[in-house]
C-alpha cells in the first residue's frame, strides 16, 4: 500500500477518558497506513487530553491541538484547517471503527471514480448491538440522487462519520458553531458540491449509543426537537431552490406533525405554543403537498391541526394518555 495518497482523519475530543483509547486504538490500527490523524481536545477536564498526548508520544501520524471549550463544530473546523490530506475523514471520540474501514473507504471511491464513499454502520447499545445493512448492495449515486436519499434518511444518513470525502468537497464549507445537529446542515452541501457519491451495505463503523450523548437523552426536550425539525426545513429549503426533488417538502409536513405531536404531550406552556405556531406556519410554505404523496389519514390530522390546535391537542392527550413524556 506504498504511495498512496494521504488521509486526515479528524477526531473531536471532549470528556471521554472512558472510551477514547478505544477509539484512538482503532483508529491508529488501520490496514490503510498512510494517515494524518488530528486529535481535537475541545477543553476536556476529565484527562482525555492527556490520553491523547500519550497516543501522540507512540504515534507520529497523531497531531494533537488543545483548545480552549468550543463544541464539537469548533473542533472539526480546527481540524479542516490544518489537516494536509487528500482525502478527509470524520471519527466520534467515543465510537470506533474496523481495521479496514478506511482501506474499504478508499478503494470504494476510487473503484468507482466518486468523490464521496459511504459504508453501513453498527449502533452499539449496552445490551446488543444492531446494524440495518449490511447486505453489500454497491450503489452509485449523482448528487441530486443522493441528496434525496439523504433527505429520505434511511439508508443514506445525516451522518458525517460513516463517510470519505475528497479534500475538496469541503472548500468553503464549514459546519455550523455553537448549534448541534451539525452533522445535517452540513452533508447536503458537501454532496451538492460533488459530482459522484457511491455507498456499498457494508457495516465498518460502530456508533456508541450513549447516555448524556446529542442524540440521546432519556428526557424528552423540545427545544432539542424544533433544532431537529429547522435543520430538515433548512435541507428541503435548500433542495427545492435547486431544483433537486419536488416531493421533499413533504418531509418537512411528515416531521413537522411528527414533532407537534411530541411537544403536545407535555403541558402548554407559551414557550412550546411558540415552537408549534413556528413549526405550523414552516410546513405551511409548502402548499403542494396532497395525496398521494401523504396518505389520506395524514391530510386529516393536519388538516385539524392547521384549523384548531386546541382541538387537535385535546384529541392528541385523549388518544396518548397512556403515553406521557417525560418532562424536561
Known amino acids: 500500500m506504498e ?4 488521509i486526515s482523519i479528524i477526531i473531536p475530543v471532549y470528556n471521554v477518558n472512558e472510551y477514547l483509547e478505544k477509539c ?3 483508529v491508529c490500527g488501520q490496514t490503510y497506513k498512510n494517515l494524518e490523524i488530528i486529535v481535537v481536545d475541545d ?47 470524520f471519527v466520534d471520540s467515543d465510537d470506533w471503527i474496523d481495521p479496514d474501514m478506511y482501506e474499504f473507504l478508499y478503494h470504494l471511491l476510487v473503484d468507482n471514480d466518486a468523490d464521496i464513499s459511504v459504508c453501513a454502520h453498527y449502533i452499539e447499545m449496552t445490551t446488543r448491538t444492531k446494524v440495518r445493512y449490511s447486505s453489500g448492495t454497491l450503489t452509485s449515486f ?11 434518511d434511511k439508508r443514506v444518513r445525516n451522518y458525517i462519520w460513516d463517510k470519505l470525502f475528497k479534500r475538496q468537497a469541503f472548500s468553503g464549507i464549514r459546519f455550523p458553531e455553537n448549534q448541534i445537529f451539525e452533522d445535517m446542515a452540513v452533508c447536503y452541501r458537501v454532496f451538492h458540491k460533488v459530482r459522484r457519491i457511491v ?15 446529542t442524540v440521546l437523552d432519556k428526557q424528552y426536550d423540545p427545544q432539542k426537537e424544533y433544532l431537529w425539525f429547522l435543520r430538515i426545513y433548512e435541507q428541503v429549503k435548500f433542495v427545492q431552490a435547486n431544483g433537486i426533488w419536488h416531493k421533499a417538502p413533504r418531509y418537512v409536513h411528515k416531521y413537522g406533525i411528527h414533532s407537534i405531536d411530541k411537544i403536545l404531550m407535555l403541558p402548554s406552556s407559551p414557550q412550546l405554543d411558540s415552537i408549534i405556531k413556528d413549526i405550523i406556519a414552516k410546513m405551511q410554505e409548502f402548499k403542494d403537498v396532497r395525496w398521494p404523496q401523504v396518505d389520506f389519514l395524514f391530510l386529516l390530522k393536519r388538516c385539524l391541526l392547521y384549523q384548531n390546535l386546541n382541538v387537535y391537542r385535546s384529541m392528541k392527550l385523549f388518544f396518548k394518555s397512556g403515553k406521557k413524556i417525560p418532562q424536561a
Open 142 to 152: 449523482s448528487s441530486d440522487e443522493a441528496i434525496r436519499a439523504l433527505v429520505v
Open 43 to 89: 477543553g476536556s477536564t476529565d484527562g482525555s487530553g492527556e490520553i491523547c498526548d500519550m497516543f501522540a508520544e507512540t504515534d507520529s501520524r497523531i497531531k494533537v491541538i488543545h483548545q480552549v471549550n468550543k463544541g464539537q463544530s469548533c473542533a472539526r473546523n480546527e481540524g479542516l484547517t490544518i489537516a494536509r490530506g487528500e482525502y478527509i475523514g
Open 24 to 26: 484512538l486504538c482503532s
Open 199 to 213: 455507498m456499498q451495505d457494508c457495516p465498518k463503523y460502530h456508533y456508541l449509543r450513549r447516555e448524556g450523548s
Open 3 to 6: 504511495g498512496l495518497p494521504l
